[in-house]
């Protein structure tokens, strides 16, 4: 949740910003808002977040942009086979994978490669699910679709809960 609350902090403290990707082409792409939360207990308080985001390209390669309500870029997020960079205002950083990216900033893995489907309220077809009566489970996910939202709660402990809603955009491309 460091990220978010980073992102959340610069906002509101009007930091330096990353410069402007100028958008791709035909690049698909989904955009909204996200918030990400972690439950939590009597000895740590719960953190979260939430921000702006446009998440371009694929589960293989791609690129997720998170900015301030105000539109400042504050972090961006760049991934291809064997390696993820995260680029804030202050530091740039290099993880074998996105896994090790979310895990690392957020205390917890989310599964960014997933999230291209679970937001066209579809499971991701490389993993295993199960229906339930509002949506599915995958990955240890309880994903709940009611496009242009979703809700995503991780039924492990801590408990996390991620809430996306999707703008205009190109969410019915590939």
Request: a neutral charge.
């Amino acid at each position: 949740m460091r990220l978010a609350l980073a992102c959340l902090a610069l906002a509101v403290a009007g930091c330096a910003q990353l410069p402007q990707t100028p958008p791709a082409g035909s690049e698909p792409r989904l955009s909204g808002r996200i918030s990400v939360t972690v439950a939590g207990d009597v000895h740590n308080r719960g953190t979260g977040g939430a921000a702006s985001f446009e998440l371009f390209g694929g589960p293989e390669a791609g690129r997720l942009e998170l900015t301030s309500p105000l539109g400042s870029l504050v972090a961006r997020a760049d991934w291809q086979p064997g390696r993820a960079l995260l680029r804030t205002p202050s530091d740039e950083r290099r993880f074998d994978d996105l896994d090790a990216l979310t895990r690392e900033m957020l205390g917890e893995a989310v599964p960014v490669a997933a999230l291209f489907d679970w937001l066209k309220a579809r499971p991701w077809p490389a993993a295993p699910h199960q229906k339930t009566g509002n949506g599915f489970e995958q990955l240890g996910w309880r994903i709940e679709p009611r496009l242009p939202s979703l809700v995503a709660t991780r039924l492990a402990e801590p408990v996390v809960t991620l809430r996306a809603k999707l703008d205009g955009g190109d969410e019915g491309n590939p």
